[in-house]
C-alpha cells in the first residue's frame, strides 16, 4: 500500500538558519505530493503541492521537488522565521485512493 | 472563495455522553468531505468520507459514525463516547471526482473526554 515516511521531530532551529525536512514515500504509479503545515490549534493548511516527476512546489519560501527516482519531498527553506514554527505534514495521493499523511514533523525556531 | 466550518471549537463530555460535530462548506457543490482525527502528538488517521447525499464509507471501525443529511454538511456523532476518541477532529472538502487533488482542511474541533 501507499505510505510516507517523515524524518523524526522535533526540529530546532534558530531564526535565518536554513530548514530540510525529509520526506520519503512508498506507491504505485504516479501520485500527487503534498506538504500541509499546522499551527497551534489550527486546521492543517496546504503548502505546496507537485502532480508529477521534476515539478517544483513553493510557497511561502518553501520549496519541495518531486524525485521520483528516489521517491522523495524534501521540503527545504532558506531562511526560517519564527513564524515558521509549526507542524509539517507530508502526504500523497493516489488515484481513486484516499490521502496518506505522513506522521508530521514539529519545528521551532528560536529568536 | 470556498470556506469549510467547523464547531463548536472545543467541547468537554464525560465518558458515555452522545456527540455531534458539524462541518458545512461553502462555495462549492457535491465536494468529497472527510473526517479525521489527530491524537495528541500524532499523525491524521481518516475516519469517514463521503462523495455525496448518504453516501458514508468507513475507514477505521470504532464508536463513531458520521452522516451527511446535505450537500455541504457531515456530521460526526456517537452515542456514548470512550476516553479513547478524545483528540482534534478535522473535517476537510476536496473536489467531487477529482480523486488526486488537494484536500481542504476546517479550523477543528478539541474533543475532551473526561
Known amino acids: 500500500g501507499n505510505s510516507v515516511t517523515q524524518m523524526e521531530g522535533p526540529v530546532t532551529l534558530s531564526e535565518e538558519a536554513f530548514l530540510t525536512i525529509n520526506c520519503t514515500y512508498t506507491?504505485?504509479?504516479?501520485?500527487?505530493l503534498f506538504w500541509y503545515v499546522q499551527y497551534p490549534g489550527e486546521g492543517l493548511q496546504l503548502l505546496l503541492k507537485?502532480?508529477?516527476?521534476?515539478d517544483k512546489g513553493s510557497n511561502k519560501g518553501f520549496e519541495a521537488t518531486y524525485r521520483k527516482e528516489t521517491t522523495s519531498f524534501h521540503l527545504e527553506k532558506g531562511s526560517v522565521q519564527v513564524s515558521d514554527s509549526a507542524v509539517y505534514f507530508c502526504a500523497l495521493i493516489n488515484y481513486g485512493q484516499n490521502f496518506v499523511f505522513g506522521p508530521g514533523t514539529r519545528l521551532s525556531v528560536l529568536p | 472563495s470556498q470556506t469549510i466550518h467547523q464547531w463548536p471549537a472545543t467541547l468537554v463530555q464525560p465518558v458515555g455522553s452522545p456527540l455531534s460535530l458539524e462541518c458545512t462548506v461553502e462555495g462549492t457543490s457535491n465536494p468529497n468531505l472527510y473526517w479525521y482525527r489527530q491524537a495528541a502528538g500524532r499523525g491524521l488517521q481518516l475516519l469517514f468520507y463521503?462523495?455525496?447525499?448518504?453516501?458514508i464509507s468507513s475507514e477505521v471501525p470504532q464508536n463513531l459514525s458520521a452522516s451527511r443529511p446535505q450537500d455541504r454538511q457531515f456530521i460526526l456523532s456517537s452515542k456514548k463516547l470512550l476516553l479513547s476518541d478524545s483528540g482534534f477532529y478535522l473535517c476537510?472538502?476536496?473536489?467531487?471526482?477529482?480523486?488526486?487533488?488537494?484536500?481542504?482542511f476546517g479550523p477543528g474541533t478539541r474533543l475532551t473526554v473526561l
Open positions: 463521503s462523495v455525496g447525499i448518504g453516501q
Open positions: 507537485a502532480t508529477k516527476a521534476d
Open positions: 476537510a472538502w476536496s473536489v467531487q471526482g477529482s480523486f488526486t487533488d488537494t484536500q481542504y
Open positions: 506507491a504505485t504509479g504516479y501520485p500527487s
